[in-house]
Nanobody
Framework: QVQLVESGGGLVQAGGSLRLSCAAS????????MGWYRQAPGKERGLVAS???????NYGDSVKGRFTVSRDSAKNTVYLQMNSLKPEDTAVYYC??????????WGQGTQVTVSS
């Protein structure tokens, strides 16, 4: 099992910044990919950003150039630096981790609200 604990969400004005963190703990050998998804009311959950153990990143189109995902593999922690936030970034952000056996795990979610 892998437990994911997220932190860093909150309320911010448009144009501001937030940094999310997600720490993984539990019984596992290694985690292949960690990342962030988000879900706004009435919408499907979608990819924000992900990063593999080798450092390869992937971003959703709407956040490219504004968000940066990074990872501390020694701490099994993934970060999401969010800059130039827009009201449309408002959503619940979920941490995701895929273990080396391709089992996926989700965090409980953290609310990000961007006011206009």
């Amino acid at each position: 099992q892998v437990q994911l604990v997220e932190s860093g969400g909150g309320l911010v004005q448009a144009g501001g910044s937030l940094r999310l963190s997600c720490a993984a703990s539990g019984s596992f050998f290694s985690i292949y990919v960690m990342g962030w998804y988000r879900q706004a009311p009435g919408k499907e959950r979608g990819l924000v950003a992900s990063i593999t153990s080798g450092g390869r990143t992937n971003y959703g189109d709407s956040v490219k150039g504004r968000f940066t995902v990074s990872r501390d593999s020694a701490k099994n922690t993934v970060y999401l630096q969010m800059n130039s936030l827009k009201p449309e970034d408002t959503a619940v952000y979920y941490c995701n981790a895929v273990r080396d056996d391709y089992t996926a795990y989700w965090g409980q979610g953290t609310q990000v609200t961007v006011s206009s």
